[in-house]
């Protein structure tokens, strides 16, 4: 059974700096993509950032770009989000999701699993 | 960026009842690289359909989906009370990925 678990979220204030962790298991980790997908209260989902399998590609949206970073460790089934300069607007549940491949390209990904989300709040 | 536009916002259906939800691209998906996923409220989004028609594994096939270009459609035959909920349009044709802004189906 694939099961996704977030974790590291909380408050912090604007200009901070804050890592989210997501262990993966039930699958064969380094042969998927991964991604962050946040969702801020009460409105949609975002796509924030997406890893290649081998860890060496990736890629960010336009709002995030410069200041996260998305990384994975292979021999221990984590996906991370390092996620510094915070802003207010940067208030979400952020998932981790497992990025299922229709194409070559970074944009060639529906996620077929997600985890629970983690609340990141950012306010002073 | 391709933007997704769902309609309606809100849908009041009462079970049994078929719903239809529309999910309209800016420009064309390519080769129809469009998903839906359904939400509940304090869950995570759950995969319906890929690929605009192909439902994901272990979905009810009273979900279905249809379209292609620049229009789409997730059908649900029948109302369970279980499908309340609100439902996403993905993209994934082009870069960056995108999502519409949801449909709410709410009970009558």
């Known amino acids: 059974e694939v099961q996704l678990l977030e974790s590291g979220g909380g408050l912090v204030q604007p200009g901070g700096s804050l890592r989210l962790s997501c262990a993966a298991s039930?699958?064969?980790?380094?042969?998927?993509?991964m991604s962050w997908v946040r969702q801020a209260p009460g409105k949609g989902l975002e796509w924030v950032s997406i890893i290649s399998g081998s860890g060496d590609s990736t890629y960010y949206a336009d709002s995030v770009r410069g200041r996260f970073t998305i990384s994975r460790d292979n021999s221990k089934n984590t996906l991370n989000l390092q996620m510094n300069s915070l802003r207010v607007e940067d208030t979400a549940v952020y998932y981790c999701?497992?990025?299922?491949?229709?194409?070559?390209?970074?944009?060639?990904?529906?996620?077929?699993?997600w985890g629970q989300g983690m609340l990141v709040t950012v306010s002073s | 960026e391709i933007v997704l536009t769902q309609s309606p916002g809100t849908l009041s259906l009462s079970p049994g009842e078929r719903a239809t939800l529309s999910c309209r691209a800016s420009q064309s998906v390519s080769s129809s690289y469009l998903a839906w996923y359904q939400q509940k409220p304090g869950q995570a989004p759950r995969l319906l359909i890929n690929?605009?028609?192909r439902r994901a594994t272990g979905i009810p096939d009273r979900f279905s989906g249809s379209g292609s270009g620049t229009d789409f459609i997730l059908i649900i035959s029948r109302l369970e009370p279980e499908d309340f909920a609100v439902y996403y349009c993905q993209q994934y044709g082009s870069s960056p990925l995108t999502f519409g802004q949801g449909t709410k189906v709410e009970i009558k």
């Open positions: 999701a497992r990025g299922h491949r229709a194409y070559s390209g970074y944009a060639g990904y529906y996620f077929d699993y």
């Open positions: 039930g699958f064969t980790f380094n042969t998927y993509a």
């Open positions: 690929r605009a028609s």
